[in-house]
Structure formats: C-alpha cells, structure tokens
C-alpha cells in the first residue's frame, strides 16, 4: 500500500505565507503526476496545482503567481509554497500521487488526510 503525509497546514493572516508538504511512503514503483487540491465548505474540490515526474507544472488560475509547487522525486515528496495568502484560500489542501506499485500495475490514484489552511482578514 501507499500513504500519502501531508503537513503544514495552519493559521495565517491574509498576506501571509504557508508551505505545505506531502510526503508517499510504502509500496512505491515509479510516481508520475502530483497535485494539491482543495475544498472550501460548500464547494468541491478543486485542482490548485499539479507537478509531472519531469517537473512541468498547472495552477488553478487564481493562484498563479502566488503559489508554487515542486518536488523532490529522490524523496517522493510534493510541496506547495503558498504567498500572499488571501481568506478566499481558506480550505482543506489534500495531496494526490498517481503511483504505480510494481512494473505489472499502472497508475493509481492515492490521496492523503488533508491539511486545513485558514486565511483571516
């Protein structure tokens, strides 16, 4: 199996910063693309931003030029650099990992617990 650990999550001011780490452990063969989502109450869940395994990077239009993903493939760990944080950010941020577990499996979609950022004005 596959577990997927997020930390990082929080209290900030508006304008302030966050950084958020997601790390996979377990069975793990090769990891292709990872991605943060959100979900405010009441709304579903969105794509924030996504990173391949070769590092070409999407961003949910509202948070381009704010917030930046990366990873570090050596350690199966995606990152979500949060600036400029506004209270319209306020949500739960969950992780996700397509990972293949052995050569004869493809892909498959891990999620992790979920870490609440709270933005206050």
């Known amino acids: 199996q596959v577990q997927l650990v997020e930390s990082g999550g929080g209290l900030v001011q508006a304008g302030g910063s966050l950084k958020l780490s997601c790390s996979a452990s377990?069975?793990?063969?090769?990891?292709?693309?990872m991605g943060w989502y959100r979900q405010a109450p009441g709304k579903q869940r969105e794509l924030v931003a996504a990173i391949t395994s070769g590092g070409s990077t999407n961003y949910e239009d509202s948070v381009k030029g704010r917030f930046t993903i990366s990873r570090d493939n050596g350690e199966n760990t995606v990152y979500l650099q949060m600036n400029s944080l506004k209270p319209e950010d306020t949500a739960v941020y969950s992780c996700n990992a397509q990972v293949r577990s052995s050569p004869i499996r493809w892909y498959e979609d891990y999620w992790g617990q979920g870490t609440q950022v709270t933005v206050s004005s």
């Open positions: 377990g069975r793990i063969f090769s990891i292709n693309t």
